[in-house]
């Protein structure tokens, strides 16, 4: 069977890539990763890639920011960041498309938004694991809930600083409508 193997034609570096760009957008340093993988050398990559580049198949620039859009109701800015970082792509580009996609107030405002609806969902599920007599829950609620939430928006890049300030908005907001339910 190794036969069979070896008896095919190699395809050309070209032939490769062109293959990989078929599957997905891929930055200039993965691309060259992945042909290097491949078995292919220098000598052949590097034409194939600059021809690339000159067909617009390869654009670094373009995919960073349309990454940081798709990514921008999800995740994170550092998060987002941290991604890309790991793509191969230049620090510099990077800067400039997050500076274009993400606002601070509007990164708040997505943890936050998050946050509330997280907080409802673990609300719940606090409720149905404690629910029978014989479960003593261990932690108090809020506290179990806040932990969840805080590690589940940690997963997603928010900074500390952020969660615990989110977090004490929706605790004080608890706190509003608490009392408002009592008054009524």
Known sequence: ??????????R????AALDCLSRRALTYYELETRLKNK????????????KLLE????????????YAK???????????????????????????????????????????????QWWLQEEKSWEHKNSSEKTRPKIPRELWIK???FRKLSQRGYSSEMVRS??????EDGDEDDGNLEDV
Request: glycine share 4%; net charge negative.
């Open 39 to 50: 078995g292919y050398n220098d000598g052949e990559i590097n034409p194939v890639l600059e």
């Open 147 to 149: 932990q969840k939430i």
């Open 1 to 10: 069977m190794a036969a069979l193997r070896n008896s095919k034609p190699r």
């Open 70 to 116: 798709s990514r921008l109701k999800r995740f994170s800015r550092r998060r987002v960041q941290q991604d890309l970082l790991n793509r191969g792509l230049a620090p510099e580009l990077i800067d400039q498309a997050l500076k274009e996609v993400y606002s601070s107030a509007d990164e708040y405002q997505q943890c936050l938004a998050f946050a509330e």
């Open 12 to 15: 050309s570096a070209k032939e």
């Open 166 to 171: 989110v977090l004490a908005e929706i605790h």
């Open 55 to 66: 067909w617009g198949y390869l654009n670094d620039q373009e995919l960073t920011l349309a």
